[in-house]
């Protein structure tokens, strides 16, 4: 189990790497979104399935579909169409490919081979130890996170109204 935390750990610093140093912001998300799915294969083999499985359905999906489609709107016209496809060659999709293959390489192994609480010598955390936690000594910081997100909205709900009017 240790070595596929430690394959898992590799590919998220490898990836999050080429997302800070690449140029074109196609690749750099699909780097990220092999980062993100690294951490949660992290997740598992530390005995966390439950924060795996949110890692991969909040940021690898819900998250990145929104910054995709924020790439797709900020296509400008024709040429910027020419430029993508320059981009998008198969020989761009081998790295992301391979990352993403050894991962599913090491969750297979995890779920199928390891068993179920062999987690790098920890136990497994269900749902509800973490909602005892999050609910009963860390009450302040679920509170506060909370404040935070709604100062968030706030914030930006009215920079974009003062957008609006405007224009």
């Known amino acids: 189990m240790p070595i596929a935390f430690y394959l898992a750990a590799g590919a998220a610093v490898f990836a999050t790497l080429r997302v800070i140093t690449g140029s ?15 951490v949660a294969m992290c997740f ?3 005995g966390a399935p439950l924060a795996g499985a949110l890692e991969i359905i909040v940021y690898a999906g819900a998250i990145m579909v929104l910054f995709v489609f924020v790439v797709m709107m900020l296509n400008l016209g024709a040429q910027v169409l020419q430029q ?21 390489a090491e969750l ?57 009017k405007e224009s």
């Open 24 to 38: 074109n912001p196609v690749h750099a998300l699909l780097y990220l979104v092999i980062s993100l799915i690294a």
């Open 44 to 46: 598992f083999c530390l």
């Open 84 to 104: 993508e496809k320059k981009w998008l060659r198969p020989q761009i999709w081998i790295g992301p490919s391979i990352l993403a293959l050894l991962l599913l």
């Open 108 to 164: 297979l192994y995890v779920l199928l081979v390891s068993g179920q609480n062999t987690a790098i010598g920890l136990e497994t955390v269900d749902g509800k130890a973490i909602g005892i936690s999050l609910f009963g000594p860390f009450i302040l910081v679920v509170e506060l996170s909370a404040l935070l997100l709604l100062a968030a909205l706030v914030a930006a709900f009215h920079l974009g109204r003062q957008e609006a």
